[in-house]
C-alpha cells in the first residue's frame, strides 16, 4: 500500500457521559490544589485508585512531553484512554499548574495523523515522500545494518541529530557512545553563544537567570517572558518565581526592541537596536567604573582582575603560575600565594618589564564607551544609560551583607535574566560585557544577584575553553578546534555548509547515514535551503518521531513511529533554583498503534547493529550512565525492558519500591535546597576557589593563532581578551534592506512540534510579519496586507524571500520587524498553509554566526506590498 501520509486507524470511542464524568471531578477536585504547592490530592488519588478497582478510572502521575522543561502532571485516564491532563500539585517545577501546551497536548496522543507503524519510503528523495508499512522487525533490520555497515568503515560517516532529547543519559550518550556516532545537538539555535561565554567567564553550565527571592532590580534582557521560557527551565517556574518578586516589589528594566515579550511587566522599557547589546553593556560598565561603583574585594579575591598583563596582553607568569603585584611586599608574587595583598590597579616594573593589573587594563578599555558613544548605536539615550547604570549601582549595595538560615552572605541584589538573546552574532562578546557589569557590582553568586545553573559545581568547559589546542585541517564537520571556531558549540548549520563544500572548510568526508531523533532541520534550522541541499547527499536516513515531519517527509528512508508520552523516560529533574527533585515519566497506557518508547526503539536498533550485548555495548551505556550499582546492573547479554531499566535505577537510587514508587506518587515532594548548598559565595571555599575571568587571556591566543592561519577578520575579530564592540556585518547591506528581521517564539507553539496540535493551532493560526504601524503606513502597508520580505546577505549579496500576511503593532521599533518561528509546515493537515518559517530568511556562516559557530537570528530585510 502507498500512501502520501500516515493512514488513519479507528480509535476507541469514549462516550461523552465517560469524559465528562471523569474531566468533571477532576475538575471539582484540582480548581484549588492546583493553586498551591503541595495540596491535598492524595485523596483525589485514592478516589480514583478505588475507581479503578471498579474499572471505572484512575489517576497517572507522570511528566509533560511535549514542553522543555517536563512538568509535573497527573493523566486522568477513562476505560484506557486519557482524558484529561492535570499540574502535578508537588512538582517544583510547575507547582500543580500547566501552560496551554501542556493541557493541550492530549491532542497530540489522539492526533489521527500520527505516524502508527514502521514506515518505508518507496519514492526517490528531495520531495514529498510516498511510504508503505512494514513490520518493526523490519525496520530495525533496515536501519541497524545500515547502522553497522557504515561504523565499520568510519564511524564520522554516522550522524545522530536530536531537538530536544528527554532522556540524555540514554540517548545522547549511551546510544551514541555505544554506536560511535557524531552527535549533533539544537544548541546552536537556542541559547549556547550564551553558555559557552558563561562557562568561559565564570564557570556555569547555562544562561543567565536572577536570585528571584531577594533581587530588587532586574534586567530583562530580551525576555520572552510572556511567552517562552528563560534560563534552564521554561514559562511556568521562571513566571511563577517572577510574579512573587514583583509582589515583593522589585523593579524590572526590559532590554528589547520588541514590547510584547514582557507586556505589562516592566516598570522600563528600553527598546534596544537588535544587535547593539554588546554595546549597552559594555556604556554601562563604563558608567560603574567612572563612578568607581565597583566592588574592589570581589575582583581582588574572586576574579583574575589583579593579574599582571605584560605588553603583549598576555599574563606574566613564573613557573607557569599567574603573577600578581603584593601590596606588603612590593613585588609580584603567585596569585594564590598566602598572606598577600593583590593590587587591583596600577602599573609596575616585574621581571624586567613593565607591567599592569588586568583591571587596570580593563579601566583603560572601557573609558572609551561612554553612554554618549552608545547611544547612537543602541538607540537608548545617554541619559538613560546613565541613570540605569547608577540605578544598578545604588541598588547593588555594595558591601553589604545578609544572613539566612544563620549564614552570612554578600548581598548584591540586581540580576539579570537573559538566555535566547545571545543568538546574535555578537552573542558571546555580549554576554562576556554583561557578565563583567556583575562582576563589578560583586553580584556574582551574590544574595539577589546573578546566577547560572542550577548544578552547584564548576563546569568543565571553564578549564577547557581555556585550554583550546588550534588544529590544523582535515577538520570534523561542524569544524570543531578549527581556525574558524575555535570555542565551538557544533552548528548543525555548519555542518551542511561543509557537507556541500568540504574542500573550503578543509572537510575529508561526507556523512552517509543520519538518525533524526524528535527533530525537523527543514523547519527548527535556519537557512533551510542549505539543508535541503545538504540532505540530498545523505545516502540513508532514519527518522524516529510520533509524527510525520518535514525532513522525513523529504528525505526519511525509513520513519519508526515513537511513542508521545506513553513510555517510560527519566530520570528527568524536577529541580528549581530553591528545590531539588526527581520524577520519571511513566506511561498513563501503553503506547498507542504500534508506536513504542524511545529506549526499546534504541534497544531494537542497536541489536540489529550488533551494539547491544557486551561490553561498550547499549546496555553496559545504559548501567554506565545510570549509575547502576550491583545488583542492580542489566545482565549486559540480555534484551532489557524499558519498565526494568527504570525499576533497576530506582532501586539502585535508594527507592525501596523501585519504579512503582513513581508509577504511584510521580516523585517525592520537591526538597527546598538548603542555603549552605545555595550560593557559590557561601561555599567553603567561597566560589570554589576558582578566579573568575574579567579578562579573558586565551582569548588573545586563539585571536594571534587564527591570524597566523590566514581566517579573515570576521572569525578572528570576537577573540579579543576583553569584550570589544565591532560593527554587526548585517549593516553591510544596502539601505533599501531598510529594516532588520528577528524571530520570536509564542508560549502556544513548542519550536516546531506543537503548530500542528489543533487546540493550539485554533489560538494562533497563522504566521504574521509583525511591522510598527508607523512604519508600515509609511510604506503603504495595512494590516492584513499580504507582503513580500526580502532578506540580503551582505557578504555573499545573496537574497531570499517570502510571502506572508502583515501585522500592524504599537510595541515594536519603527526599523525591526518580526516573524514567529513555528510555522511553514507543510506534512500534518492542520499546520498547511499557514504562512511561512523565517528560517527560510536567514543566513548562516560568515557573518551570520557567533564567534562560537551558533546561529544568529538578524538580517536586512525591505518589505513591499505584494
Known amino acids: 500500500m502507498k500512501t502520501r501520509r500516515p493512514p488513519l486507524k479507528t480509535i476507541p470511542k469514549l462516550t461523552r457521559r465517560q469524559f465528562v464524568k471523569a474531566s468533571g471531578a477532576t475538575a471539582a477536585t484540582l480548581a484549588l490544589t492546583k493553586f498551591i504547592a503541595g495540596g491535598p490530592w492524595k485523596p483525589l488519588l485514592q478516589r480514583a485508585e478505588a475507581q479503578t478497582a471498579a474499572g471505572a478510572e484512575k489517576l497517572v502521575p507522570t511528566t509533560c512531553w511535549i514542553g522543555k522543561q517536563d512538568c509535573g502532571m497527573l493523566a486522568r485516564v477513562v476505560d484506557g484512554r486519557i482524558v484529561k491532563l492535570e499540574g502535578h500539585p508537588e512538582n517544583a517545577r510547575n507547582w500543580g499548574k500547566l501552560c496551554v501546551k501542556g493541557v493541550a497536548q492530549i491532542a497530540t496522543i489522539y492526533d489521527p495523523y500520527r505516524v502508527k507503524a514502521p514506515l518505508k519510503r518507496t519514492n526517490g528523495k528531495g520531495v514529498p515522500g510516498e511510504w508503505k508499512e512494514i513490520s518493526w522487525e523490519e525496520a530495525f533490520t533496515l536501519v541497524g545494518e545500515k547502522v553497522k555497515e557504515v561504523r565499520e568503515r568510519d564511524k564520522r560517516l554516522l550522524i545522530w541529530q536530536k531537538g530536544r532529547s528527554k532522556t540524555e543519559p540514554l540517548y545522547d550518550n549511551a546510544f551514541v557512545n555505544a554506536t560511535g556516532a557524531y552527535k549533533m545537538g539544537h544548541g546552536a539555535y537556542c541559547s549556547d553563544a550564551a553558555y559557552r561565554a558563561v562557562e568561559y567567564t565564570i564557570g556555569q553550565h547555562a544562561g543567565l537567570h536572577p536570585d528571584f527571592r531577594h533581587c530588587n ?120 600565594a598566602k598572606g598577600i595583598t593583590p593590587a587591583l590597579e596600577g602599573s609596575y616594573t616585574a621581571g624586567g618589564s613593565t607591567v599592569r593589573t588586568a583591571f587596570e587594563v580593563y579601566k583603560e578599555h572601557i573609558a572609551k564607551y561612554t553612554p554618549e558613544w552608545a547611544a547612537p548605536i543602541t538607540d537608548i539615550t545617554a541619559e538613560t544609560t546613565r541613570r540605569i547604570g547608577e540605578e544598578m549601582g545604588e541598588n547593588a549595595r555594595i558591601g553589604s551583607t545578609i544572613v539566612l538560615d544563620g549564614i552570612e552572605l554578600p548581598y548584591r541584589p540586581v540580576g539579570l535574566m537573559a538566555y535566547h538573546v545571545s543568538q546574535q552574532e555578537f552573542g558571546f562578546q555580549a554576554f562576556y560585557a554583561a557578565i563583567n557589569v556583575y562582576q563589578l557590582l560583586g553580584a556574582v553568586e551574590a544574595v539577589g544577584g546573578l546566577r547560572a545553573d542550577y548544578g552547584r559545581s564548576i563546569y568543565g568547559n571553564f578549564k577547557s575553553l581555556n585550554e583550546i589546542k588550534i588544529k590544523d585541517p582535515p577538520y570534523d564537520i561542524m569544524l570543531k578546534t578549527s581556525k574558524y571556531f575555535p570555542i565551538n558549540t557544533g552548528s548543525p548549520s555548519i555542518a551542511a555548509l561543509s557537507m556541500l563544500d568540504p574542500a573550503k572548510w578543509g572537510v575529508d568526508y561526507t556523512p552517509e547515514v543520519m538518525i533524526l531523533h524528535h527533530t525537523n532541520p527543514l523547519l527548527s534550522f535556519p537557512p533551510q535551503d542549505v539543508f535541503i541541499e545538504a540532505y540530498k547527499k545523505l545516502k540513508f536516513i532514519a527518522a524516529i518521531d510520533p509524527f510525520m515531519s518535514e525532513t522525513a517527509d523529504f528525505f526519511a528512508d525509513v520513519v519508526l513511529p515513537a511513542a508521545t508520552i506513553e513510555k517510560y523516560e527519566g530520570p528527568i529533574s524536577a529541580s528549581t533554583q530553591y528545590h531539588g527533585g526527581t520524577t520519571l515519566r511513566v506511561p498513563p497506557i501503553p503506547p498507542l498503534f504500534q508506536s513504542k ?82 550560593y557559590l559565595s557561601g561555599m567553603n571555599p567561597p566560589h570554589f576557589g576558582v578566579r573568575y575571568r574579567l579578562y579573558g587571556e586565551s582569548l588573545k591566543q586563539y585571536q594571534d593563532t587564527m591570524k597566523q592561519k590566514g581566517v579573515s577578520e570576521t572569525f578572528w575579530r570576537g577573540y579579543y581578551p576583553l569584550p570589544t564592540w565591532a560593527k554587526p556585518t548585517f549593516e553591510g547591506s544596502p539601505p533599501e534592506y531598510d529594516l532588520l528581521l528577528t524571530s520570536h517564539k509564542k508560549i502556544e507553539f513548542k519550536q516546531s512540534r506543537a503548530a500542528f496540535v489543533s487546540l493550539l493551532n485554533e489560538l494562533e493560526p497563522e504566521q504574521r510579519v509583525e511591522i510598527n504601524t508607523r512604519t508600515a503606513r509609511a510604506k503603504g502597508i495595512r494590516d492584513n496586507d499580504v507582503v513580500w520580505v526580502e532578506s540580503h546577505n551582505a557578504v555573499t549579496g545573496q537574497t531570499k524571500k517570502l510571502k506572508a500576511k502583515a501585522v500592524l503593532v504599537e510595541g515594536l521599533r519603527p526599523d525591526t520587524v518580526s516573524m514567529s518561528h513555528h510555522y511553514g509546515m507543510w506534512v500534518h493537515p492542520w499546520a498547511k498553509d499557514k504562512g511561512p518559517t523565517p528560517n527560510s530568511l536567514f543566513f548562516t556562516g560568515e557573518g551570520y554566526v557567533a564567534m562560537s559557530a551558533d546561529q544568529t537570528y538578524l538580517v536586512r530585510v525591505k518589505v513591499t506590498r505584494a
Open 217 to 336: 532590580y532586574l534586567l530583562a534582557w530580551g525576555w520572552n517572558m510572556t511567552n517562552a521560557g528563560g534560563n534552564k527551565t521554561c514559562w511556568l517556574t521562571w513566571n511563577q518565581q517572577f510574579v512573587e518578586a514583583r509582589e515583593r516589589g522589585m523593579k524590572v528594566v526590559t532590554i528589547d526592541p520588541r514590547r510584547r515579550g514582557v507586556g505589562p511587566h516592566t516598570d522600563e522599557w528600553l527598546p534596544i537596536k537588535p544587535g547593539t547589546d554588546l554595546a549597552f553593556f559594555l556604556a554601562l560598565a563604563n558608567v560603574l567604573v567612572a563612578r568607581g561603583t565597583i566592588d574592589r574585594k570581589f575582583l581582588a579575591s574572586f576574579t583574575n582582575a589583579p593579574f599582571l598583563v605584560k605588553s603583549d596582553a598576555l599574563f606574566l607568569k613564573v613557573d607557569g603560575k599567574e603573577q600578581v603585584w603584593d601590596e606588603a611586599s612590593k613585588s609580584a608574587k603567585p596569585f594564590d
Open 597 to 678: 518508547g524511545d529506549i526499546d526503539i534504541y534497544i531494537g536498533i542497536a541489536e540489529k547493529a550488533g551494539v547491544l550485548y557486551g561490553k561498550g555495548g547499549y546496555v553496559d551505556q545504559i548501567n554506565s550512565q545510570l549509575n547502576l550499582k550491583d545488583p542492580y546492573k542489566l545482565d549486559l547479554n540480555a534484551r532489557p525492558e524499558s519498565r526494568d531499566i527504570f525499576d533497576r535505577w530506582a532501586m539502585s537510587n535508594g527507592y525501596e519500591e523501585g519504579v512503582a514508587f513513581f508509577e504511584r506518587e510521580g516523585m517525592k515532594k520537591a526538597s527546598p535546597v538548603a542555603i549552605k548548598n545555595l
